[in-house]
């Protein structure tokens, strides 16, 4: 099974927009689909773009026509009622269906490390990685029953220039700036698994059209260790901010003051995120991560710092974050 003829669901995301880029590059036609709304990650030359809304089954079902692609990449799906839909819309119309669901579906608190895909998938604290569970089992029985054939990727947190990492987002970083301190959960010291976009989507290209990977499930994750507290320090200095201030607070007074924080922090950044990915380095021979987290803080500092209305700063983010490390007493 070859892939020539490929369909991204999406295609303009953090981790899509990579995907798309990089198999461009592998020189395959590339077809996106989407609703064609402005996105800060412009689509390569050559991409043929189809717009529709991909939650709008007969829309798709209208654009798409009698169609067929050799593998269709949907980043899009994230229930199981879109789940069934997808199986009705691409069923037919390709030799593989990628879903991409979540490392945050597995087990939490994690069974066993590092995380494999034999994992058992169960987050009893964020429905996000509950629906995509249900998608993944859905998925399961209906590939089961031929109606489509399946790969499931998992991601773990996976980053461009576009997006600082840590909850807050660019007011942390003005934050830092200003020489105000900024909150992380428990001491820091806990791993976590940060992946660049670029580097992900090496990986995702092996899986194009590999009989192996049909019917399975594959982990893609940088194997770069970092702890929360690197993550955060490698953002400062990118920044050039020499000594930061960081206050540590515990995940339960983080989500009882921040309760939007909580399916995050408890459902999958407060636990250890140590992944194996054997599976996936048996088929994309040679993979190895080029883009290493302290030079993905520079482009995700740089990309701000270049035009002045990337850099938001939410007042309420500012003053949550300023009760959270005791700079203003918390009626």
């Not at 077809?31 to 412009?42: E, K, W, Y």
Request: charged share 25%.
């Amino acid at each position: 099974m070859t892939t020539t003829s490929l369909l991204f669901i999406g295609g303009t995301g953090q981790i899509s927009a990579a995907c798309v880029r990089e198999a461009v590059r592998n020189g395959l036609a590339v077809t996106v689909l989407n609703r064609g709304t402005t996105t800060a990650r412009s689509i390569p030359d050559g991409v043929e773009v189809l717009t529709a809304d991909a939650h709008d089954e007969a829309d798709v079902s209208r654009i798409l026509g009698d169609r067929r692609f050799d593998s269709i990449a949907d980043f899009l799906t994230f229930t199981p009622d879109q789940a069934a839909a997808a199986v009705r819309l691409y069923g037919d119309r390709t030799d593989q269906y990628l879903f991409v669901s979540s490392a945050s579906a597995y087990q939490k608190p994690p069974a066993r490390l590092p995380i494999d895909e034999t994992v058992p998938l169960f987050n009893p604290f964020w429905q996000y990685s509950r629906d995509k569970i249900a998608c993944e089992r859905l998925l399961r029985d209906e590939h089961a029953a031929g109606r489509i054939r399946v790969t499931v990727v998992r991601p773990s947190h996976t980053y461009d220039r576009t997006q600082v990492p840590l909850l807050g987002g660019w007011t942390v970083i003005d934050r830092l700036r200003r020489g105000l301190p900024i909150v992380l959960h428990g001491d820091g010291t806990s791993p976590w698994a940060i992946t660049h976009s670029d580097d992900f989507a090496t990986a995702f290209q092996s899986l194009l059209g590999a009989p192996e990977a049909i019917g399975e499930a594959f982990n893609i994750m940088s194997p770069e260790l970092l702890t929360w507290n690197a993550i955060a320090l490698d953002l400062a200095d990118a920044a050039g901010v020499e000594t930061p201030q960081i206050v540590h607070r515990t995940t339960h007074d983080l989500v009882v003051e921040a309760p939007e924080w909580d399916e995050s922090l408890r459902g999958d950044r407060s636990h250890p995120a140590i992944f194996d990915t054997t599976k996936i380095r048996s088929l994309a021979t040679g993979w190895e991560t080029r883009i290493p987290f302290a030079e993905g803080a520079r482009q995700i500092i740089a990309w701000h710092d270049a035009d002045a209305s990337r850099r938001v700063v939410d007042p309420e983010v500012d003053a949550l974050i300023d009760r959270l490390t005791g700079r203003v007493a918390v009626a």
